[in-house]
């Protein structure tokens, strides 16, 4: 099941083609301070669990939420840089990191109403949002459940469904066939370990779920950056249906990258993500188009 776990960092994102430098970039997510940081992490309690969460930095507020089997310091290259200009946000999600829920289902939805409630914890009005890959998922279901939360919100490596319309076909076997391997394995003990049963609930997560509407994206109405690699786990095609489907949305597609833009493009994310936040939304259309 340490496989498994290994594989949800997140969302598969130690899947890299240079195995040295992700197995790098581990390391330094296993020794940062940030979600482990005694000075700032608290615990809110809602909606029944504990959720473990640190904030950083002043001024405007910015959530940010991890994906799959991740935790907060797998924005340990985003914290320091925004929390120069704003009030950063950090959480573990349920049944992720420090957040422990031992309930048997889980879902996005309830996730996002997760973030929904520390937000109102924290007597926080909206913020600015970012979301990567699971994250990204639960950053546009809040825009469309609690669209008064989002005032705006960058999305990367994202998807609506999780079939090969929208991963590609080779994660998508791949993770099934964890999924069906760490079931097989659970039926068979009698007393399996929370750890592992954890595990298989966020795996079956990430196998079935989610199930978006793409029409429900109409319903968003802050501007949104829909963000992805050239070679993520989750196709161009399926990031343009995203992008195409919000009424006010930009598209930004990475060359020579997979689904880690946060880490391996990590300068040119963080800027291209903070200008967007900090410059009013510019619609382009007609004659603006040759611009």
Known sequence: MRKIAFLLVPALVMLSAAMLHAQDIRKMMDTTKYGRNPAVGKYASIRGIKMYYEVYGKGEPLLIIHGNGGSINNFLFQIPYFAKKYQVILADSRAQGKTIDHADSLSYEMITDDLDALLDHLKIKNANVIGWSD????????????PDKVKKLAVTGANLRPDTTAVDP??????MAENIKGADSLKKMKNPPAEMKNQLKLMHLLSYEPHIDARELGKITCPVMVIAGDHDVITVQHTVEIFENIPKAYLWILPNSGHSTPIFYRDMFNQTVGDFFEKPYRSISKGLRFN
Request: no cysteine.
């Open 170 to 175: 080779y994660i998508q076997k791949m993770v």
């Open 135 to 146: 994250g990204g998922i639960e950053g546009l279901l809040m825009a469309i459940r609690h």
